[in-house]
């Protein structure tokens, strides 16, 4: 549904038109936004309704795994988890990236990334 907001109604690239910028990084993305803002407050007693998606979210936890996949995850768990990780250990960076970094700071005299 997003997508179809995002993407078909502003005249935005959608579904298999869409670039994949970790394979090509040359071609225009064409890449549309939609913004929605709900107030849960004009709906009904928004406790129950906070209730009712904890609810789910942990029917959805519950859930028994494909062949081959340790857990079930829900949007935004990994980007938790990679930030945390980060937070604490910092961001790994690739040989080729730390090699033109160290290379960029001595260009600049200043001191390389420990």
Request: no cysteine; hydrophobic share 40%; glycine share 8%.
């Amino acid at each position: 549904m997003f997508g179809l907001l995002a993407g078909t109604l502003n005249g935005a690239a959608f579904g298999r038109d869409v670039v994949d910028h970790t394979v090509d990084s040359k071609t225009p993305s064409n890449t549309g936004q939609a913004i929605v803002a709900v107030d849960i407050a004009t709906f009904p007693d928004v406790q129950a309704f906070k209730q009712r998606v904890d609810e789910m979210w942990a029917v959805m936890k519950s859930s028994p795994t494909l062949p081959g996949v340790d857990e079930v995850r829900l949007p935004g768990e990994r980007s938790a988890q990679l930030y945390r990780e980060r937070v604490t250990h910092g961001v790994l960076l690739g040989a080729e990236l730390r090699k033109v970094l160290d290379e960029l700071a001595d260009r600049l005299g200043i001191q390389r990334l420990r």
